[in-house]
């Protein structure tokens, strides 16, 4: 029995093997592989144009050099879609309404383009941490201001969508509770409350695509500034 509502976040656990791992790996065995036929499915004609599209919007702003991260931001965007949406399915998991999943995505790409700028470019890397034109007397501050704020964009990246995920379904999860409670006693209450969940559940599914979407999106534009 659900002691609080936040215990639908708590990692779940078979015999004391963490499932979390199977959460992470399922979703890549429902992705459809390209047949060896000339002409491909429908599910396999969505998938690709929705790919190519999502691909040539993310590299349009980028030069050459960043368009070696075409698969692995591609990949991390129907990764983190497959997972967010699964998540709003009954009796499942979200993996991404863990910080520590989150942080693990964020860190290390956030530190791969710090480290591509310092090695290409470290003058214009640097040149980030304090703006032209500034004063004299502000620059130790702004430098520390913005050496602050470089640091902060990882975790920017992944409490925003830990933040956005477990808000939803909270939301979800109290607005049900108050259907089945009201239901017995006032029907049209509980009939007027379901349409809201409805309606919040179709949001959700909204959120999903685009938290996944404005992840990777501020992981290209952090990728911008140092190729």
Do not use: C
């Not at 399915?89 to 989150?102: A, E, I």
């Not at 470089?150 to 939301?171: D, K, S």
């Not at 017995?184 to 909204?206: C, D, H, K, N, R």
């Amino acid at each position: 029995m659900m002691v609080s509502f936040f215990d639908q976040f708590a990692s779940p656990s078979f015999l004391g093997i963490p499932l979390i791992a199977i959460a992470i790996a399922l979703p890549w065995l429902l992705f459809p592989t390209p047949p060896s036929r000339w002409v491909n499915n429908r599910l396999i004609t969505i998938q690709t144009w929705f790919i190519n599209r999502f691909t040539n919007q993310l590299m349009m702003p980028l030069n050459v050099g960043g368009h070696k991260w075409a698969l692995l931001l591609a990949s991390l965007m129907v990764f983190l879609i497959t997972i967010n949406m699964l998540g709003l399915l009954p009796y499942t998991f979200t993996p991404t309404t863990q910080l520590s999943l989150n942080m693990g995505f964020a860190v290390p790409l956030w530190l791969a383009t710090v480290i591509i700028g310092m090695r290409n470019q470290p003058t214009v890397a640097l040149g980030h941490l304090l703006p032209e034109g500034t004063p004299i007397p502000l620059i130790p501050v702004l430098i520390i201001i913005e050496t602050i704020s470089l640091f902060i964009r990882p975790l920017a990246l992944g409490v925003r969508l830990t933040a956005n995920l477990t808000a939803g379904h909270l939301l979800i999860q109290l607005i049900a509770t108050a259907v089945f409670v009201l239901l017995p006693m006032m029907p049209t209450v509980a009939i007027l409350t379901a349409t809201v969940l409805f309606l919040l559940t179709l949001l959700e599914v909204a959120v999903a695509m685009i938290q996944a979407y404005v992840f990777v999106l501020l992981l290209s534009l952090y990728l911008q500034e140092n190729v």
